[in-house]
């Protein structure tokens, strides 16, 4: 059965605001009925990454009272940390081996990668058997589980990484490993604008009927220019025309079935989500509209999917434009999304 | 990300040195939500009443050390900024500032990234002056705070 866990990254704005420390974080997922705790590791410890023995045990002891396994832990690759010139590939593996000796220190199962290359995940493979420790670089939008370039290429914050998924199952059937894999994000299968982005953008003067047509055009296949054209020709102005074809622009199109093709190499998930609304007629029963978890949930049981599913909030961003007492509830937020996310496994893996 | 909340409401001061009030200082948190390696960390844009002080005349103080110059922390590889904790952002500016309310524009740079970019090798060479919202993170617009300069003088 796939199990449930949450990434603390979704308490982001209780840390900030310091209303939540690590203890009360991991106290409040226990208290959701599941036991996955997932981690940012430059979020959470201290001096990373060289954390005092007092904070490893004092974060080991946590856990251990609430009864709590430390899935997977975040990690990052800063290629200018050096400063005088552009970290090379061995340095960041070497940066990569730390990160998985601090990873087995904490007892985490898994490290998420974003950007960091084929090469340098080869060179730390034998230091992540060594720990038992799995790397896996996580498929966030704008990439896509089949080869994409054009799709990859089109945001300028991510380095460019069409063949992520090809250069990383390649990489684990010629070492025969299963010490590494991948994290897809639940944020590719996202087909429409938000609700939280929705609600900041018509704050901030979008007009709500051209998201709606942006929505709708989208749907029907129109991307970029040419979607901008229709809304133009639906007789939207043209600000609101850009706007709204802008706010559908950061997706991955996914198709749902391609998971089948990768199961045996998820080593977890991020359960991505930015807004639970409850569903009308269902008391108590809330649903994420902008991102399917249907249709995957079904292709991840189908191929045997039994690992966890991390909640990743992100919708909180979209109401700091507000004053503190408008700011988004991301205890509740989270709590509504273990709803669904337990009640989908309910429905395919007990089915 | 938490621009309205980046710099402490409260914690804008003359900073007085050798006797002589030498500029101002201000208590920032980290425009993200992770914390950065001392070493990417490029400095600010900030204006204060129109009056902008490049990264040339700021200071930065951290983890219990002396303010250090944005040279000095461009060296510190193994030195972490935590999520949790502020930094003090120390501005030369002989006179500081007057009594009363400022207007203060602010944006933070701080060059980490998701992995290797196209522009890794020219911020190696130039890296880039903050308030172009290179380095900004989730905080690409240079946020404007009405900040009341405290009645305490700090002491260098």
Known sequence: ?351 | MFDKWLIRGDSLENVERDGTVAGFRFACRIADYRGCILSLHNGYYIEVDGTVYPREVQRFQVNGKPPRSFEEIKTCISEHWDFDDEGIVYVEAPGGLGPGVHRVGFQQSILSSYGYMPTDEEWIRNPPVPGQGAGAGKTEQICYYELELQKETAKL
């Open chain 1, 1 to 351: 059965m796939m199990k449930r866990g949450v990434s603390l990254y979704s308490y982001q704005q209780e840390q900030f605001f310091k209303r939540m420390d690590f203890r009360d974080m991991v106290k409040e997922v226990h208290n959701l009925g599941c036991d996955g705790i997932e981690i940012i590791d430059e979020s959470l410890i201290r001096q990373y990454p060289n954390p005092s023995e007092e904070f490893v045990s004092r974060f080991k002891d946590t856990l251990a009272e609430f009864g709590m396994r430390a899935v997977t832990m975040d990690v990052n690759m800063d290629p200018l940390l050096y400063r005088d010139h552009v970290m090379t590939h061995k340095e960041c593996a070497d940066r990569l081996i730390q990160d998985i000796k601090l990873g087995a220190r904490l007892g985490f199962q898994n490290l998420r990668l974003c950007g960091v290359p084929i090469d340098a995940m080869e060179l730390a493979l034998p230091a992540a058997e060594d720990y038992n420790v799995r790397i896996g670089k996580e498929i966030h939008v704008p990439f896509t589980i089949r080869p994409n370039p054009e799709q990859a290429d089109k945001h300028s914050f991510m380095p460019s990484q069409p063949y992520l998924c090809q250069e990383v199952i390649e990489l684990a059937e010629r070492k025969s490993t299963r010490h590494v894999g991948v994290i897809p994000d639940m944020g590719i299968f996202q087909h429409r604008i938000s609700g939280s982005r929705f609600a900041y953008l018509v704050r901030h003067g979008a007009n709500p009927g051209a998201l709606r047509a942006a929505d709708r055009l989208y749907a029907r296949g129109l991307r970029q220019d040419a979607l901008v054209s229709a809304l133009r020709e639906r007789g939207y102005p043209e600000q609101d025309a850009v706007t709204s074809a802008q706010a559908t622009a950061f997706r991955s199109d996914v198709d749902p079935r391609d998971l089948l093709e990768i199961v045996p190499y998820i080593l977890s998930i991020h359960g991505k989500f930015y807004e639970m609304t409850e569903i009308p007629g269902a008391e108590g029963q809330y649903e994420e509209l902008s991102i399917d978890y249907d249709a995957p949930f079904y292709y991840l049981h189908k191929g045997g999917y039994e690992g966890y599913i991390n909640s990743e909030y992100e919708g909180q961003r979209d109401a700091q434009d507000r004053d503190l007492e408008h700011l988004a509830d991301e205890v509740e937020q989270v709590r509504w999304h273990h709803e669904m996310v337990g009640r989908l496994i309910n429905t395919y893996w007990h089915a």
